[in-house]
């Protein structure tokens, strides 16, 4: 009877976990069907055969789920831009140039979730919140590295962004890279980011602009002005 007991807790977290997991991919589902806004308790509790009530027990609230599928989908995204930084550490271009690749792999194979990160917030909703903003870090962080292997970190930035990124910097215990590289990655980060949103809404197609090779160029104008 004690061993009993004593499995007892354990089984019982593998099936939240499991249960957990079932329906955060229902939710999934739902923001690749209908993004965001579509997101609801109810039906998805139906999707996984429980009532809404009980998937209270799992979720506080839809706030709640939202939030961990938003800091589960930083996790991947910076999980995704570590393996091809590390791919071949010793050529710092080539470094560069995976990272940014990878950020729009992932963006064209995850759309619903990269829109989930970047897109406008859900009104009510807290997209600022210290651990959604600690969790988007290890993805800057990559980022940051691999264009401080490349940029002048004696290059002059104007005193006003100069002293928002040392305050943005010392917040998140990064105060060891210079404002330029911090700069540099920030601009890095919005041009990519723009090309990226504008393909996977479909932009460019009606431009007949191949955004592959855009985005390809974009990256070697970066590296040359490094």
Known sequence: MAAENRTEPGLRDRFRAQVRQEVKAAALRQLAEGGPEALSL????????MTGPALYRYFTNRD???????IDAYGDLASALARAA??????????????????????????HRYRLLFRAPLQGYDAHSTSLVEASQPAMTVVLDVVGALA???????DGPAVQFREWMKRHGIEDVPEAVAARTTMLW????????????????????????????EVKDFVRSL
Not at 64 to 70: A, K, M, Q
Not at 103 to 111: D, H, K, M, S, Y
């Open 42 to 49: 109810n039906a998805i509790a139906k999707q996984v055969g």
């Open 64 to 70: 709640g789920l939202l939030t961990e599928l938003v």
């Open 86 to 111: 590390d791919a071949d550490a010793t050529d710092a271009v080539a470094r560069l140039a995976a990272v940014v690749r990878a950020f729009r792999t992932w963006a064209l194979t995850e759309p």
């Open 152 to 158: 002048k970190p004696d290059t002059a930035v104007p």
């Open 190 to 217: 919005a041009h990519l980011h723009g090309l990226v949103s504008l393909e996977i809404e479909g932009n460019f197609s009606s431009m007949g602009i191949d955004p592959g090779t855009l985005y390809e160029t």
